[in-house]
């Protein structure tokens, strides 16, 4: 089992540039993709970003490249999301995810383990 905790969410105006973290623990050698997926509501949850846990490979979603960078810290098992030039189509529930089997990066079903989520919340 892995678990996952976020933190750094909340209420940020557009432009600004919060970092979410996401701290892993439990069987973290079996991990071998992190990533971060959003959802907003009424909408399906969508990919933002992943990363290999070897670091040699970095994804985003079209509706972020350019503006979040994902990062990772093995020494600390844990997983950075830095978002810059906040929009408010951007406000959602961001998911932090591990996957330690077989599966798409792109898709919530390519990953075994999820956080509990943390609101973020861009204001015009």
């Known amino acids: 089992q892995v678990q996952l905790v976020e933190s750094g969410g909340g209420l940020v105006q557009a432009g600004g540039s919060p970092r979410l973290s996401c701290a892993a623990s439990?069987?973290?050698?079996?991990?071998?993709?992190m990533g971060w997926f959003r959802q907003a509501p009424g909408k399906e949850r969508e990919f933002v970003a992943a990363i290999n846990w070897r670091g040699d490979g970095i994804y985003y979603g079209d509706s972020v490249k350019g503006r979040f960078t994902i990062s990772r810290d093995t020494a600390k098992n844990t997983v950075y999301l830095q978002m810059n030039n906040m929009k408010p189509e951007d406000t959602a529930v961001y998911y932090c995810?591990?996957?330690?089997?077989?599966?798409?990066?792109?898709?919530?079903?390519?990953?075994?383990?999820w956080g509990q989520g943390t609101q973020v919340t861009v204001s015009s």
């Open positions: 439990g069987r973290t050698s079996s991990m071998n993709f």
């Open positions: 995810t591990a996957r330690v089997g077989y599966g798409s990066q792109f898709t919530a079903t390519g990953y075994d383990y």
